[in-house]
């Protein structure tokens, strides 16, 4: 099981070699990894924020992801519309990559 200095890592990585292709702005964690209570089953929640929201882009961006992470992920889009409960988890557990 990776901890979450490892993962963090990954997606920096990834961060640093696909941002200007996908056009993200920001990208982290949240959820049961960011706060260290993952276990082996657990999924990693992402969040990214996009220079341009297209589905296409975020369905790349999971894949490579998951392959880069070697685990299921959870994508999820940063918007101004963004469920307050969601939006609230983020801004208490989320790590910035």
Known sequence: MKTTNKYLT??????????EKYG???????????????HEESDLDVFVELKDPDPFIMFD?????????NCK????????????L?????ARDGIYA
Do not use: P, T
């Open 73 to 84: 992920i959870d994508l999820l889009r940063l918007r101004k519309n963004l469920r307050s």
């Open 61 to 69: 961006i999971k894949e490579e992801l998951e392959r880069i992470c």
């Open 10 to 19: 990954k997606i920096r990585q990834f961060k640093q070699q696909f941002a």
């Open 24 to 38: 993200i702005i920001s990208i982290g964690i949240f959820g049961s990894v960011a706060r260290g209570e993952q």
């Open 86 to 90: 969601i939006s609230q988890r983020i």
